[in-house]
């Protein structure tokens, strides 16, 4: 009999899954930028429908559905079963929550709930790093690492899906409770006998600053480009921005496939993280390694001095400066600040490329770093071996001439330039960090190693830096911070997208805006500041922008100013020439970003 017992006790009891809430995630001023909120939903269970077709019509009628969301509600229906809810529409109003509950005795099996929803309370702010959840796929289920979570199994439950909600998965969604509930032969719930309480996921805390990020992704609209802004003490990401964005609540809602593919087919990528994506031609931005590369080894006096005459020929080649008419003798930090070709093209004959491989290793090139964000580029910090491997060739000369100004096979992403920026600035192996370690204080900093570079190296190449944003000859003079106390150091690039063909210069295509906007050189701009302390390192890159001096370079500028400053900067921090034109800029400006006290009101993290 006891035999018996304990079958037909394990045949009338059954434990039922509870989700629990998921942990919420905070900015590094402690502002909520993913949490939970209580929103009302319709959900039907089909076997309580008496006729469900008529229950579907006057659901549609009610809650306005359209054919694609009742398609989608027929095939939940036929792959779950019968005594399952279904979810009929998430999010609906308490407008649309009435019309439901005043109809209800017509409506056999539908029940209106109040549930715990994901909500992104800025937008596009946050949506490549921060991510989004969304329904579980088959994908997902096929994906999961070990033992299959049976939470995953739950209806409508959502996982991360990219960005810090997907890598932080297992530690945001908390620990599942359990009801114990009785239940008929067809498994039907008769009653609840007993529930433990689910944990709610822990909250964390990321480096980004709600407000910084806010101004960079508006500051950014109408481009197709990337910016970070990292701290060059601790490796902080204090903003990270990929423009466009897109909202992240229209994925935990269930994006229309209108919409979805208005942002797949959008030619400037909006769903691209190009931060830490997108791999790109460094351009002149890696003269710098270079040159401190030849200090180090020795190879280059500083005071040295090489003729530029616009071009320089190597084996039967031309290697031309984009000064077509020469620097003529220049010095290394005249060539930083002028940005010239030739004489880089002599550093690399010097040192070659074995020297140059290894000083863009060690300030960052070429690396993934450990960051909880999707899809993150390798870029490429091309070697003997790399191309040995790759193409089953010899590296060549004319190779080391092109990667010299960081052009051929060298490819770096704006995270890997914003962390090579952050090692020259502080002299330190910082490495870029996007989420807040729990228990650390606010003073604290991890553990970065030092670079191991001359103190007197640095300070030259800082000092050529210096000069191309505050000389009246640097290639990024026209982006200068006026006030002294803020000014930056910066080194603008172009990186090569198309050359223009003979057959294009002879149809009169004579410079780059004459191209589609596909075929146009990228822009980029890599800067620290304040130049006597630094602490913010900023990159910029515009894809297909032209020049970084005219594109990158003055949005670069207006980000550290806000950085430093902590909001707006006032119109004196410009140049006296471009205050009435800055007045304007900074006018539409404040009509778009957050005001400070607009934000919303959130609780400490815990």
């Known amino acids: 009999?006891?035999?018996y017992f304990l079958l037909a006790e394990e045949n009338r009891i059954s434990l039922r899954l509870v989700a629990p809430v998921r942990g919420r995630i905070f900015d590094r001023t402690g502002k909520i930028v993913a949490d939970n909120e209580q929103t009302f939903r319709v959900a039907l269970i089909p076997e309580e429908a008496r006729d469900l077709e008529t229950v579907l019509v006057n659901l549609s009628t009610l809650l306005d559905l359209g054919g694609e969301s009742l398609a989608k509600i027929r095939d939940q229906i036929d792959r779950a079963p019968g005594f399952v809810p279904i979810t009929v529409k998430d999010r609906i109003t308490w407008e649309e929550l009435s019309i439901v509950?005043?109809?209800?005795?017509?409506?056999?099996g539908v029940h209106p709930e109040m549930v715990l929803s994901r909500v992104y309370p800025f937008g596009p702010d946050f949506a490549h790093q921060v991510g989004y959840v969304g329904p579980v796929s088959d994908k997902?289920?096929?994906a999961d690492v070990g033992e299959l979570d049976p939470i995953l199994r739950l209806p409508d439950y959502q996982i991360g899906k990219i960005g810090i909600e997907r890598s932080n998965e297992s530690f945001l969604r908390g620990i599942p409770g359990i009801r114990r509930v009785e239940v008929n032969a067809g498994g039907r719930t008769m009653r609840e006998l007993a529930l433990q309480a689910p944990a709610a996921g822990p909250d964390m805390q990321i480096t980004l600053d709600h407000h910084l990020q806010n101004f960079m992704r508006v500051r950014l609209e109408g481009q197709s480009a990337a910016a970070i802004v990292m701290d060059v003490k601790n490796g902080d990401l204090l903003g990270c921005t990929s423009a466009p964005s897109f909202d992240p609540n229209l994925f935990v809602r269930g994006i229309s496939s209108h919409d979805y593919?208005?942002?797949?087919?959008?030619?400037?990528?909006?769903?691209?993280?190009?931060?830490?994506?997108?791999a790109y031609p460094p351009g002149s931005t890696i003269k710098m390694a270079n040159a401190l590369?030849?200090?180090?080894?020795?190879?280059?006096?500083?005071?040295?001095?090489?003729?530029?005459?616009?071009?320089?020929?190597?084996?039967?080649?031309?290697f031309h400066c984009w000064k077509r008419g020469g620097h003529g003798r220049i010095d290394m930090t005249g060539a930083l600040r002028e940005s010239c070709d030739v004489?880089?093209?002599?550093?690399?004959?010097?040192?070659?490329?074995?020297?140059?491989?290894?000083?863009?290793?060690?300030?960052?090139?070429?690396r993934k770093y450990d960051l909880p964000l999707s899809g993150l580029a390798h870029g490429n910090n091309p070697s003997r071996a790399w191309k040995r491997e790759r193409f089953g060739e010899d590296w060549l000369i004319g190779d080391t001439i092109n990667a010299s100004i960081g052009q051929g096979f060298t490819l770096a992403s704006p995270i890997q330039l914003a962390t090579m920026t952050a090692r020259i600035a502080s002299g330190r192996a910082v490495l870029p960090r996007l989420v807040r370690p729990f228990g650390r204080t606010k003073t604290e900093t991890p553990a970065s190693g030092v670079l191991g570079l001359r103190d007197e190296a640095l300070a030259?190449?800082?000092?050529?830096?210096?000069?191309?944003?505050?000389?009246?000859?640097?290639?990024?003079?026209?982006?200068?911070?006026?006030?002294?106390?803020?000014?930056?150091?910066g080194k603008t690039g172009t990186s090569q997208v198309?050359?223009?063909?003979?057959?294009?210069?002879?149809?009169?295509?004579?410079?780059q805006s004459e191209l589609p906007w596909n075929r146009r050189d990228h822009a980029p701009f890599v800067a620290f500041a304040p130049v006597e302390a630094p602490r913010y390192a900023v990159t910029v890159v515009v894809e297909h922008g032209g020049g970084g001096s005219k594109v990158a370079a003055p949005i670069a500028r207006d980000i550290l100013l806000f950085a430093q400053i902590g909001g707006l900067p006032p119109a004196d921090a410009y140049p006296s020439s471009q205050r009435t034109q800055v007045q304007d800029e900074l006018a539409v400006l404040s009509k778009r970003i957050l005001r400070p006290d607009s934000t919303p009101s959130m609780t400490s993290p815990t």
Request: charged share 25%.
């Open 293 to 318: 590369a030849a200090l180090e080894a020795g190879l280059m006096d500083p005071d040295e001095t090489v003729l530029c005459g616009g071009y320089i020929e190597i084996s039967g080649r031309r």
């Open 343 to 366: 004489y880089f093209y002599e550093v690399a004959q010097r040192i070659g490329i074995d020297a140059m491989f290894a000083m863009n290793d060690r300030l960052g090139l070429g």
């Open 460 to 489: 030259l190449v800082r000092q050529g830096m210096f000069q191309v944003s505050n000389d009246k000859r640097g290639t990024a003079y026209a982006s200068r911070i006026a006030d002294p106390a803020m000014s930056m150091a």
């Open 101 to 108: 509950a005043l109809n209800t005795p017509a409506l056999p």
């Open 498 to 511: 198309f050359s223009i063909s003979k057959a294009e210069r002879a149809a009169g295509v004579r410079s």
């Open 1 to 3: 009999s006891a035999e």
């Open 261 to 278: 593919n208005i942002l797949r087919e959008n030619e400037y990528r909006p769903l691209s993280d190009k931060s830490v994506q997108g």
């Open 140 to 142: 997902d289920l096929v």
